[in-house]
């Protein structure tokens, strides 16, 4: 293990640093770094569900108000330029389970159908290798709670969970009190498996509508001169930042939390102007989640484990959603499959690999607004972005590109496509290579619309 390898004078480092974080704010969480780490780290994998990337104190928002996260950041790591795989629930979700990018799913399953293989959607992911069947061959065992649209929790390999049915389309419903009600079935959960390495998809449909925090995390934003949409969107992001602050107490008082690897992240983006009155319900914002824009895909990647991950590091590299399927594979100690898409992140975290990744490259189906297209009416062709350095590229299939400074202009409102035109027909390229690269034809059929 990284501790291990480490001179006593390095360590000695790290603790330093470690009691500075302390000094700063409140004093850090215990931590892997506290004892020796077990040689397979448990894992939460901690999913906020539609959470705009600027809307956490750790990403410099100088209004929402998230202790709990702010504190796992100074402990651990984040990658501030990390995006989710899709700027949709579902499609996003079914990246962290499997490590394909959405359209490396949708395919799959035109292949699948091809050859006559016939199922209904909740039963689609039989036909994928995910993370909590492969962790298992580790010894793990798992839990699902919350959000989950594939069916049920036996359907992806998990051991336990809340999602018994549902028709894979739009029934979610029996993870929704995760979080928002209780954590208990996680509770239970440890309790049947003591002394067993785990791993948990904690997925609260947090701070997803509806807003409806209640006074305690309200009054916080009342007297600020916000508008009523964005004070009942922050409160809930500091409601889910209190179930995260539940979810790291409830493991230190059981002893686990000492040995456990948390990476946090957000399924998809949301758009909420601070004065801004609410826009599309579920959506928001003409910039928000099922479009290309950065506020759609953009999630800050935090993991946490101190002996394992360094503490204090910010990196500004270009990272996936699907490189945490072979990053956390990696921790588990387990072989990832050949031929998957993401690239694991802890050869970059301990310093024994560059990342060679200059650019990155996302696409989806199920868009909404775009070049020339209302905000809320939905698209039929499949989109593309190019993020290198501070350019962001977006391109639809059908027509239509967008070219963006995203360091002068972070809202993404001023167009220089036409201004660039040789640097747009470059980034063009990159997403023709992506497409060969995962192996998605440019004809190939774009998946049933997915629910928000």
Same mark, same amino acid.
């Not at 602050?245 to 990476?263: M, S, Y």
């Given at each position: 293990?990284?501790?291990?390898?480490?001179?006593?004078?390095?360590?000695?480092?790290?603790?330093?640093?470690?009691?500075?974080?302390?000094?700063?704010?409140?004093?850090?969480?215990?931590?892997?770094?506290?004892?020796?780490?077990?040689?397979?780290?448990?894992?939460?994998?901690?999913?906020?569900?539609?959470?705009?990337?600027?809307?956490?104190?750790?990403?410099?928002?100088?209004?929402?108000?998230?202790?709990?996260?702010?504190?796992?950041?100074?402990?651990?790591?984040?990658?501030?330029?990390?995006?989710?795989?899709?700027?949709?629930?579902?499609?996003?979700?079914?990246?962290?389970?499997?490590?394909?990018?959405?359209?490396?799913?949708?395919?799959?399953?035109? +292949? #699948?159908?091809?050859? !006559? $293989?016939?199922?209904?959607?909740?039963?689609?992911?039989? @036909?994928?290798? &995910? /993370?909590?069947? %492969?962790?298992?061959?580790?010894?793990?065992?798992?839990?699902?709670?919350?959000?989950?649209?594939?069916?049920?929790?036996?359907?992806?390999?998990?051991?336990?969970?809340? +999602? #018994?049915?549902?028709? !894979? $389309?739009?029934?979610?419903?029996?993870?929704?009190?995760? @979080?928002?009600? &209780? /954590?208990?079935? %996680?509770?239970?959960?440890?309790?049947?498996?003591?002394?067993?390495?785990?791993?948990?998809?904690?997925?609260?449909?947090?701070?997803?509508?509806?807003?409806?925090?209640?006074?305690?995390?309200?009054?916080?934003?009342?007297?600020?001169?916000?508008?009523?949409?964005?004070?009942?969107?922050?409160?809930?992001?500091?409601?889910?930042?209190?179930?995260?602050?539940?979810?790291?107490?409830?493991?230190?008082?059981?002893?686990?939390?000492?040995?456990?690897?948390?990476?946090?992240?957000?399924?998809?983006?949301?758009?909420?102007?601070?004065?801004?009155?609410?826009?599309?319900?579920?959506?928001?914002?003409?910039?928000?989640?099922?479009?290309?824009?950065?506020?759609?895909?953009?999630?800050?990647?935090?993991?946490?484990?101190?002996?394992?991950?360094?503490?204090?590091?910010?990196?500004?590299?270009?990272?996936?959603?699907?490189?945490?399927?072979?990053?956390?594979?990696?921790?588990?100690?387990?072989?990832?499959?050949?031929?998957?898409?993401?690239?694991?992140?802890?050869?970059?975290?301990?310093?024994?690999?560059?990342?060679?990744?200059?650019?990155?490259?996302?696409?989806?189906?199920?868009?909404?607004?775009?070049?020339?297209?209302?905000?809320?009416?939905?698209?039929?062709?499949?989109?593309?972005?190019?993020?290198?350095?501070?350019?962001?590229?977006?391109?639809?299939?059908?027509?239509?590109?967008?070219?963006?400074?995203?360091?002068?202009?972070?809202?993404?409102?001023?167009?220089?496509?036409?201004?660039?035109?040789?640097?747009?027909?470059?980034?063009?390229?990159?997403?023709?290579?992506?497409?060969?690269?995962?192996?998605?034809?440019?004809?190939?059929?774009?998946?049933?619309?997915?629910?928000?």
């Amino acid at each position: 293990m990284i501790a291990r390898m480490l001179s006593r004078g390095a360590r000695r480092s790290l603790a330093r640093r470690g009691l500075l974080a302390a000094a700063l704010l409140v004093a850090p969480l215990p931590g892997c770094g506290s004892r020796p780490p077990a040689p397979a780290p448990n894992i939460v994998l901690v999913i906020a569900d539609d959470l705009g990337y600027p809307d956490t104190g750790f990403m410099g928002s100088a209004i929402v108000q998230t202790p709990n996260l702010d504190r796992l950041a100074r402990e651990g790591a984040v990658f501030r330029n990390a995006y989710a795989a899709a700027s949709l629930c579902r499609p996003s979700l079914r990246a962290l389970l499997t490590g394909l990018h959405p359209l490396q799913w949708t395919e799959r399953i035109r +292949q #699948l159908e091809a050859q !006559g $293989v016939r199922r209904p959607p909740a039963e689609w992911i039989q @036909g994928f290798t &995910t /993370l909590p069947t %492969l962790l298992r061959e580790r010894g793990y065992v798992s839990f699902q709670g919350g959000k989950f649209w594939e069916g049920s929790y036996a359907l992806a390999g998990f051991d336990a969970g809340m +999602q #018994l049915h549902g028709d !894979g $389309v739009n029934d979610s419903r029996e993870g929704t009190p995760f @979080g928002r009600e &209780t /954590l208990a079935p %996680l509770w239970s959960f440890l309790d049947a498996h003591p002394g067993r390495p785990f791993f948990v998809w904690f997925a609260p449909m947090l701070p997803h509508v509806p807003h409806d925090a209640g006074e305690e995390y309200v009054k916080r934003y009342r007297d600020l001169g916000l508008g009523d949409a964005a004070i009942a969107y922050y409160a809930n992001v500091t409601r889910f930042d209190a179930v995260v602050g539940e979810l790291t107490a409830e493991l230190d008082r059981r002893g686990l939390l000492a040995g456990t690897l948390l990476v946090e992240l957000a399924d998809n983006g949301w758009d909420q102007a601070p004065h801004a009155p609410a826009g599309t319900a579920n959506l928001d914002g003409p910039r928000g989640k099922r479009t290309l824009y950065d506020l759609g895909f953009r999630t800050p990647i935090l993991l946490r484990c101190p002996g394992l991950v360094p503490a204090g590091v910010v990196r500004d590299d270009f990272v996936s959603a699907v490189d945490l399927f072979p990053t956390l594979l990696d921790y588990a100690g387990v072989a990832a499959p050949p031929g998957l898409p993401g690239t694991s992140l802890r050869p970059l975290l301990e310093g024994r690999a560059r990342w060679e990744r200059k650019s990155l490259v996302e696409g989806m189906t199920d868009l909404r607004g775009g070049a020339g297209v209302a905000p809320t009416q939905p698209r039929k062709d499949t989109g593309f972005f190019v993020r290198r350095g501070r350019w962001h590229y977006l391109w639809y299939e059908g027509d239509g590109e967008e070219l963006y400074d995203v360091v002068a202009d972070p809202r993404e409102e001023r167009d220089v496509s036409r201004e660039r035109t040789h640097l747009a027909r470059k980034l063009r390229r990159e997403i023709r290579t992506f497409r060969e690269r995962i192996d998605v034809p440019a004809d190939a059929k774009t998946a049933p619309r997915a629910p928000r």
